[in-house]
Antibody, heavy 126, light 110 residues
Framework: QVQLQESGPGLVKPSQTLSLTCTVS??????????WSWIRQHPGKGLEWIGY???????YYNPSLKSRVTISVDTSKNQFSLKLSSVTAADTAVYYC??????????????????WGQGTLVTVSS | QSVLTQPPSVSAAPGQKVTISCSGS????????VSWYQQLPGTAPKLLIY???KRPSGIPDRFSGSKSGTSATLGITGLQTGDEADYYC???????????FGGGTKLTVL
């Protein structure tokens, strides 16, 4: 079964770039059919979708974060990555990677996330 | 302020039934499918329901989902102490062009 694991620095200084990698095991990103997403959760708060990438490199970002987000994929390593620039304390959160299903049904979007990585806490502080 | 509105908390006794509501609008729930996630304390969210009312393999039929208009509901029967968790609804918002989630509902099994 597919498993995802986030990795990266747990502490980032303000104004710097947050960089995280998600390693996928038990399945190939290149097999297609799925999108690979990043989602974050501020401490004690709800979930915020950041964006996704397809194995081809096609991306889509949450408009609220689009100017600062870059998601990339390395199919040779079966990994995808997140970069969030110009971070502030408001970017302190647990960051999750997840496999996303995206389908259409007569114009209605069918989306869900399964499975999720265990999450990694990133703190923005000097 | 989340796009989808959920009650902050619900509670019920073991063995009882509880429902969790998720209210949205025509740009999200009204015209797209809803998923539900369970987040046990200190863990990552886990898919419970997709396509409004379908359960992934391994999810017991004590969990059910429904949708009507611009609202969705998660139902849990035969409550167990192990069901204590935060529950989130999610869907695509066609106006925001983003996946959106509810603020989460904390379930307490008394």
């Amino acid at each position: 079964q597919v498993q995802l694991q986030e990795s990266g620095p747990g502490l980032v200084k303000p104004s710097q770039t947050l960089s995280l990698t998600c390693t996928v095991s038990g399945g190939s990103i290149s097999s297609g059919g799925y999108y690979w997403s990043w989602i974050r959760q501020h401490p004690g708060k709800g979930l915020e979708w950041i964006g996704y990438i397809y194995y081809s490199g096609s991306t889509y970002y949450n408009p609220s974060l689009k100017s600062r987000v870059t998601i990339s994929v390395d199919t040779s390593k079966n990994q995808f990555s997140l970069k969030l620039s110009s971070v502030t304390a408001a970017d302190t959160a647990v960051y999750y990677c997840a496999r996303e299903v995206r389908l259409k049904d007569y114009g209605d979007s069918r989306t869900w996330f399964d499975p999720w990585g265990q999450g990694t806490l990133v703190t923005v502080s000097s | 302020q989340s796009v989808l509105t959920q009650p902050p908390s619900v509670s019920a006794a073991p063995g009882q039934k509880v429902t969790i509501s998720c209210s949205g609008s025509s740009s999200n729930i009204g015209n797209n499918y809803v998923s539900w996630y369970q987040q046990l304390p200190g863990t990552a969210p886990k898919l419970l329901i997709y396509d409004n009312n379908k359960r992934p393999s391994g999810i017991p039929d004590r969990f059910s989902g429904s949708k009507s208009g611009t609202s969705a509901t998660l139902g849990i029967t035969g409550l167990q102490t192990g069901d204590e968790a935060d529950y989130y609804c999610g869907t695509w918002d066609s106006s925001l062009s983003a996946e959106v989630f509810g603020g989460g509902t904390k379930l307490t099994v008394l």
